[in-house]
């Protein structure tokens, strides 16, 4: 898939010793911790979650709503800081970075999908896909290729110029996922990506964005309520009291 897959890996460089070293899982949840404030009391969403994602695997996080879905995964895509605990990538702590750091971390590794697809209204399926590109600095004929790519792998290639608005809902969805991986990171998290769509429309968009990771090796965490799609990715995992429980 060489359309989709255009990372390259540093750390696979044939030096010294590289070969032969044991590499750290891509991304590790240490005892995370995220509490807010409700006037006097205190909520303590996660309360000490761990899990270990390895490269090119897929998790579902199946869990009733209110039980912190969205905060594990804004914690875990660096978006949001834990209170305690640490979130690992690479074996390296990721919390004490600073705001630029972290920010560069998300734009180069990290995509996400969310339920309702948060596209620009003004622009076109392609030019949404090609944005992120840009603001990272790759040149817009560049982009514009890769862009084209993705959303015709997708299925999109005859809605290149329709904006967000010209789309049916599962259209929309594909062009987010498209623009969530347009920079080829290594993790995608999709909070919901499919809660808003009707059951037929749902499976596939769910089955393009786990072909597409398949496809590119990317890493995906998805937090949805259907146990079926669920089903179909490499590992589930679910909160329990704030703690990650394999299912
Ligand atoms: P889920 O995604 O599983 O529905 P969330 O992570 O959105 O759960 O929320 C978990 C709990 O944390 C909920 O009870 C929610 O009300 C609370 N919560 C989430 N974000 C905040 C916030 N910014 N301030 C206060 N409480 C929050
Ligand atoms: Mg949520």
């Not at 990171?185 to 808003?196: H, I, K, Q, S, V």
């Not at 964005?209 to 146990?227: C, D, E, F, I, Y």
Request: hydrophobic share 40%.
């Amino acid at each position: 898939m060489s359309d989709v897959d255009t990372h390259t890996d540093p750390q696979d460089d044939g030096g010294p010793g590289g070969a032969y070293e044991e590499r750290p899982p891509l991304l590790v949840l240490d005892g995370v911790v995220r509490r807010y404030r409700q006037g006097e009391a205190t909520l303590e969403v996660l309360a000490g979650a761990s899990m270990v994602m390895n490269a090119g695997e897929s998790i579902a996080l199946i869990a009733p709503s209110g039980t912190g879905k969205s905060t594990l995964l804004h914690v875990a895509g660096l978006l949001e800081r834990p209170d305690s605990g640490e979130v690992f990538l690479d074996g390296e702590p990721t919390s004490g970075l600073s705001d630029d750091a972290r920010t560069a971390i998300r734009r180069n590794q990290i995509g996400f999908v969310y339920q309702f697809h948060h596209l620009l209204p003004e622009f076109s399926a392609l030019e949404n896909v090609v944005m992120p590109q840009l603001i990272r600095g790759l040149a817009p004929a560049e982009a514009k290729s890769r862009a084209e790519d993705l959303l015709g792998y997708l299925g999109l290639g005859k809605r290149l110029t329709h904006r967000p608005a010209e789309l049916s809902g599962g259209e929309q969805q594909r062009v987010a996922i498209a623009r969530a991986v347009a920079n080829a990171p290594r993790l995608l998290f999709a909070d919901e990506p499919t809660g808003n769509l009707d059951p037929t429309t749902s499976a596939h968009v769910f089955q393009t964005l786990t072909a597409l990771a398949r496809a590119s090796g990317l890493s995906a965490m998805v937090a949805t309520h259907n146990l079926d799609l669920a089903a179909t990715l490499d590992r589930r995992v679910t909160l329990r009291d704030g703690v990650l429980v394999e299912v």
